[in-house]
């Protein structure tokens, strides 16, 4: 074996770069078939590390965002549930709303699809390696609350005020008493008309000062969620009932 291509394999591999080691010999047979100079070559090897960097890369950002599954817009069953126009859901993963410091809510019963909407719409942000993190709502309170006890409040609102977009799921589903509310109105305030939001809840926004047990707190909650938001109402039937109707609607029909 020629000593040269030795001593590029080992460097290759002492400096880590695997991807450009794995393809030398396939872009050394492209390069002296289609005539590519020197630095069209190294360009062609380089790539193949760049784009497993960004594989790396992706798949980190989207381990960090604590995702409760990985299920994504193309997972999800739009026929079943008509009343969540598509066409919308593929706009919010372009990640436009997000450039405009926008809001989403999510807002239906229980088991219609609304976390794995927020999470799929998540997913692509993170892919994209925008800086994402998810969370249930009644773990971020218990989280804030903990954190003012032990008197490090700021610190913790800040750490989930620096993400570019915060999923909190389930909002509404426990209630919140008034003084821990308005922790959670401080963190609201912090990313108001800086950072994006998609919450979801099975609560109308008229029930919001029971939720929080507080009007005033839960009128200045929603002022600053809804006023750069919008609103995907969803109606229709549970997803964990789904194989249930199905298998109930085959019953009747006789077959």
Same mark, same amino acid.
């Given at each position: 074996?020629?000593?040269?291509?030795?001593?590029?394999?080992?460097?290759?591999?002492?400096?880590?770069?695997?991807?450009?080691?794995?393809?030398?010999?396939?872009?050394?047979?492209?390069?002296?078939?289609?005539?590519?100079?020197?630095?069209?070559?190294?360009?062609?090897?380089?790539?193949?590390?760049?784009?497993?960097?960004?594989?790396?890369?992706?798949?980190?950002?989207?381990?960090?965002?604590?995702?409760?599954?990985?299920?994504?817009?193309?997972?999800?069953?739009?026929?079943?549930?008509?009343?969540?126009?598509?066409?919308?859901?593929?706009?919010?993963?372009?990640?436009?709303?997000?450039?405009?410091?926008?809001?989403?809510?999510?807002?239906?019963?229980?088991?219609?699809?609304?976390? /794995?909407? +927020? &999470?799929?719409?998540? =997913? *692509?942000?993170?892919?994209? $390696?925008?800086?994402?993190?998810?969370? !249930?709502? %009644?773990?971020?309170?218990?989280?804030?609350?903990?954190?003012?006890?032990?008197?490090?409040?700021?610190?913790?609102?800040?750490?989930?005020?620096?993400?570019?977009?915060?999923?909190?799921?389930?909002?509404?589903?426990?209630?919140?008493?008034?003084?821990?509310?308005?922790?959670?109105?401080?963190?609201?305030?912090?990313?108001?008309?800086?950072?994006?939001?998609?919450?979801?809840?099975?609560?109308?926004?008229?029930?919001?000062?029971?939720?929080?047990?507080?009007?005033?707190?839960?009128?200045?909650?929603?002022?600053?969620?809804? /006023?750069? +938001? &919008?609103?995907?109402? =969803? *109606?229709?039937?549970?997803? $964990?009932?789904?194989?249930?109707?199905? !298998?109930? %609607?085959?019953?009747?029909?006789?077959?």
């Amino acid at each position: 074996m020629n000593s040269h291509y030795t001593k590029l394999m080992k460097n290759l591999e002492y400096l880590k770069l695997n991807q450009m080691a794995l393809h030398l010999d396939e872009t050394v047979d492209f390069m002296m078939k289609n005539q590519l100079s020197f630095t069209e070559t190294l360009i062609k090897l380089t790539d193949y590390e760049i784009d497993m960097k960004e594989i790396n890369m992706m798949k980190s950002m989207v381990k960090v965002a604590a995702f409760p599954h990985l299920k994504e817009v193309k997972d999800f069953d739009f026929d079943f549930q008509p009343s969540v126009y598509k066409e919308q859901i593929l706009d919010f993963t372009t990640l436009r709303f997000i450039e405009l410091q926008e809001n989403i809510v999510f807002l239906g019963p229980s088991g219609v699809g609304k976390t /794995h909407l +927020a &999470t799929a719409i998540g =997913i *692509a942000a993170a892919k994209k $390696r925008t800086s994402t993190y998810f969370i !249930k709502c %009644n773990d971020l309170i218990l989280n804030l609350k903990k954190a003012n006890v032990e008197n490090r409040l700021e610190t913790r609102l800040k750490h989930y005020a620096k993400y570019k977009l915060l999923i909190i799921d389930e909002l509404g589903y426990l209630p919140i008493d008034a003084e821990d509310a308005k922790l959670f109105f401080q963190l609201i305030d912090m990313r108001y008309e800086k950072k994006s939001t998609i919450l979801t809840t099975n609560v109308s926004f008229k029930l919001w000062g029971e939720v929080f047990q507080d009007t005033k707190i839960a009128n200045a909650i929603l002022d600053r969620i809804l /006023h750069h +938001a &919008t609103v995907v109402s =969803i *109606a229709g039937d549970s997803y $964990r009932l789904k194989n249930h109707l199905v !298998k109930e %609607n085959k019953e009747s029909n006789g077959q």
